[in-house]
């Protein structure tokens, strides 16, 4: 069984009542701070690495941050199973097997999945500022455009003063142009989700090739 494997989707309103949509929104959301982190922390970690390896530190401290790397990319895959719904019983092994802690430490170097790891890691901070623009702007706009109606009705109960958008047909069908935009923000929120979803499974299939399969 592969280690990863996305679960089916929802319906399109379905999906509001799926709590994989709203974990796997969270997740992208929040993987633009887990990018920074893990992109820091890769960059860091191959400067410091090359600078000290002409010295006695360099090697012990080399081993230590790719070994933390390969802990990084078990915790992603957990992270994913927990927050994107990611289906399997696998995960990725903390370190390469081999006979004796030498022989593991050498295989740690020249194992093709500490450095796709490392890949990982350094795509995660552009990929999460992408997912979080794109998926706030667009839940953002939604419930905007929902709030639309409701601030149409408070401004006939003359609670509210304000302009819908300053169009001559907008400043002549207010209530058409209000119910329209509660439309097209009823619509968008699910889309919203959805896109999310696709994302997630998208982030699944990158960890797996580069986490868990490399």
Request: overall charge positive; hydrophobic content about 60%; proline content about 5%.
């Amino acid at each position: 069984m592969s280690a990863l494997l996305a679960p089916p989707h929802p319906g399109f309103f379905e999906v509001l009542a799926t709590r994989r949509a709203y974990t796997t929104l969270l997740y992208l959301v929040f993987s633009m701070a887990t990018g920074i982190l893990a992109f820091t922390y890769a960059v860091t970690g191959l400067s410091l690495s090359l600078g000290l390896a002409i010295l006695i530190i360099g090697l012990p401290f080399a081993v230590t941050f790719l070994a933390g790397t390969r802990l990084l990319a078990v915790a992603e895959v957990h992270l994913l199973k927990a927050m994107v719904g990611a289906e399997g019983a696998e995960a990725p092994a903390l370190l390469p097997e081999g006979e004796g802690w030498l022989a593991r430490l050498k295989t740690l170097v020249s194992d093709r999945r500490t450095w796709t790891s490392l890949l990982y890691f350094l795509l995660l901070m552009p990929l999460g500022i992408a997912y979080f623009t794109v998926l706030v702007t667009s839940l953002s706009l939604g419930l905007g455009l929902l709030a639309v109606p409701v601030l149409r009705l408070l401004h006939l109960g003359g609670s509210f003063t304000g302009d819908l958008g300053g169009l001559a047909w907008v400043t002549a069908h207010p209530g058409l142009a209000a119910a329209l935009c509660g439309l097209v923000g009823l619509a968008l929120v699910p889309l919203t989700f959805h896109l999310a979803l696709l994302l997630g499974r998208f982030q699944v299939w990158l960890a797996r090739h580069l986490l868990v399969h490399a």
